[in-house]
């Protein structure tokens, strides 16, 4: 049983940046493949990206590609997003997952093993 915490959400006026990060226990991290999604109010949660088990290969949402970077650190058992040129539309609970799959799918579903509780992210314009 994995188990996820988020953590880094917060308020920030647009162009801003900010960094979120996952802690698992409880389980190996290295046996999943980690992503980021995003739930906004009155829409359904969204992929914004993943990366696999040892950080070999990265997706991203179009929206946020070119300005959200994920990553990990295995020896830590964290996954990070670091979020560039916020605006407001990336509003949103963020959530971490943890899939024993790659995230297949343009874009992948919303579907994971193991899911965090979220953090918001609010930006202002």
């Known amino acids: 049983q994995l188990h996820l915490v988020e953590s880094g959400g917060g308020s920030v006026q647009a162009g801003g940046s900010l960094s979120l990060s996952c802690e698992a226990s409880?389980?190996?991290?290295?046996?999943?493949?980690m992503g980021w999604f995003r739930q906004a109010p009155g829409k359904e949660r969204e992929f914004v990206a993943c990366i696999a088990r040892h950080g070999g290969s990265t997706l991203y949402s179009d929206s946020v590609k070119g300005r959200f970077t994920i990553s990990r650190d295995n020896a830590k058992n964290t996954l990070y997003l670091q979020m560039n040129s916020l605006k407001p539309e990336d509003t949103a609970v963020y959530y971490c997952?943890?899939?024993?799959?790659?995230?297949?799918?343009?874009?992948?579903?919303?579907?994971?093993?193991?899911w965090g509780q979220g953090t918001q992210v609010t930006v202002s314009s």
């Open positions: 409880g389980g190996t991290f290295t046996s999943f493949n």
């Open positions: 997952a943890a899939r024993t799959s790659w995230f297949w799918g343009l874009p992948p579903p919303n579907e994971a093993d193991y």
